[in-house]
């Protein structure tokens, strides 16, 4: 069983040009807090995941709470038989294409630092340290949100061993017991879920791929808005590609 814990959690920045902007902003404790619990990550089964509250320093997860993007007609509605969501992107990205490290600036400054950090060397090489995954770069980052009727049924992934699947929420006043929260199931089975965020306010749902990493959301009856931004993280080679979908190279006579 993956363990659930509490504590400003995140990572520390050694490189200048992100010191210089969040640095001192987003200081993470990786040493005394993070990295003690990362055994209990790696050895839990049969899926890897754990659930963290208070992940941001609070002043910086205010300003990312109170300039999360506003649901307009920038935002795609994703609807068929197993999910009703809308969803965002960043910058120039058209998906399935991979997010790149890019300005954009209809989102706030807050919100670019953070998202230039998810780049950054220091942000994965932490990511690798405590999950025992060699993910080394960030391949999607979209913004989800999910209002009344909104769903995701139980699926799974498992398109490789070496990939990170982080859920960041940020919503004040979540009503526990109430749908919303990314659950976890060995199974694509709601019944068997394993575990489902209680507190969407500064928390994050963090779950390594694999063949028993089932995940949905139940359906959300109320007239609320679930904020979330998920971030995938993966093994990349300029040789092989992404790890879930390695390039084929044509075998040549000599």
């Known amino acids: 069983r993956a363990l659930t814990f509490q504590g400003n959690l995140g990572f520390l920045i050694s490189n200048s040009q992100i010191i210089s902007i969040i640095g001192q902003t987003i200081w993470l404790n990786l040493a005394s807090y993070v990295f003690k619990h990362s055994k209990t990550f790696q050895e839990s089964k049969p899926v890897k995941w754990v659930f963290i509250e208070d992940f941001f320093v609070n002043d910086f997860y205010?300003?990312?709470?109170?300039?999360?993007p506003k649901k307009d007609d920038s935002w795609r509605f994703v609807s068929s038989e197993d999910k009703s969501a809308y969803r965002k992107e960043w910058g120039t990205r058209n998906p399935p294409e991979v997010s790149i490290d890019e300005e954009d600036t209809n989102f706030s400054k807050s919100?670019?630092?953070?998202?230039?950090?998810?780049?950054?060397?220091?942000?994965?090489?932490?990511?690798?340290?405590?999950?025992?995954?060699?993910?080394?770069k960030t391949k999607f980052v979209t913004f989800m949100l999910l209002t009344r009727g909104g769903y995701q049924l139980?699926?799974?992934?498992?398109?490789?061993?070496?990939?990170?699947?982080?859920?960041?929420?940020?919503?004040?006043?979540?009503?526990?017991?109430?749908?919303g929260g990314t659950y976890v199931t060995p199974e694509e089975d709601e019944s068997k879920m394993i575990f489902e965020p209680y507190n969407l306010d500064n928390s994050v749902m963090i779950f390594h791929d694999g063949p028993h990493a089932g995940h949905g959301v139940r359906y959300i009856t109320k007239d609320v808005e679930r904020r979330s931004v998920q971030i995938y993280l993966e093994e990349y080679s300029q040789e092989t590609?992404?790890?879930?979908?390695?390039?084929?190279?044509?075998?040549?006579?000599?």
């Open 62 to 68: 205010e300003k990312l709470y109170e300039t999360y």
């Open 111 to 136: 919100w670019n630092q953070f998202y230039h950090y998810l780049f950054s060397n220091e942000f994965l090489s932490n990511i690798r340290k405590f999950s025992g995954v060699p993910v080394n």
């Open 154 to 179: 139980p699926h799974i992934h498992n398109v490789g061993p070496n990939t990170l699947i982080l859920m960041f929420y940020f919503n004040k006043n979540w009503n526990k017991g109430d749908p």
């Open 241 to 254: 590609g992404w790890s879930s979908e390695p390039v084929k190279r044509e075998l040549k006579e000599i």
